[in-house]
């Protein structure tokens, strides 16, 4: 199947810091991923939905200036979480869906990205 | 609004056969998926059903209704390595994926 790769798979940061979390789709082109937040016990919650070329479209909830996502090509969409807090600490997940000959409408997920600030 | 239904949490034995449901109801339906997740992993697809009728991938088999808004996931001769939480989640008319909150499966010896 297709494999979606997402860096890093652990990060710790300080209070008021900003880190970057990378999502490949490596062998198939997807205009579309997804970018899922997870806290613990609970189930994946959709946060945005990246657009190669366009801006993201955000859940209701979710703070667009403190979650930046970019998606500057078709293999490559990016969430950047802004000014962390303790509260932002969760795991982080991504998918995209291969919208070339190869769609099956099936999603295929990063690893995930367990995020802690301290 | 938009709602997915499945058990919280169902115990079941090694070897044994365990059915674990989901029923929706959401905007729209452009499929229905079953995924895996091992705690602190991201989950793993199962299965995606968008006509009714049964599916059948190896000891795991997934059941769609649409007209009934009811699906089930099937799994045989369970094994240790089957213990995991199990996600319902339906493509709705705008390609969105709505999720259930997951039913852990606790597989004893």
Known sequence: GAVVSQHPSWVICKSGTSVKIECRSLDFQATTMFWYRQFPKQSLMLMATSNEGSKATYEQGVEKDKFLINHASLTLSTLTVTSAHPEDSSFYICSARDTGDGDTGELFFGEGSRLTVL | ?109
């Open chain 2, 1 to 109: 609004g938009q709602n997915i239904d499945q058990p919280t949490e169902m115990t079941a034995t090694e070897g044994a056969i365990v059915q674990i449901n989901c029923t929706y109801q959401t905007s729209g339906f452009n499929g229905l998926f079953w995924y895996q997740q091992h705690a602190g992993e991201a989950p793993t697809f199962l299965s995606y059903n968008v006509l009714d009728g049964l599916e059948e991938k190896g000891r795991f088999s997934s059941f769609l209704s649409r007209s009934k808004g009811y699906s089930y996931l099937l799994l045989k001769e369970l094994q240790m390595k089957d213990s995991a939480s199990y996600l319902c989640a339906v493509m709705d008319s705008n390609y969105q994926l709505i999720w259930g909150a997951g039913t852990k499966l606790i597989i004893k010896p």
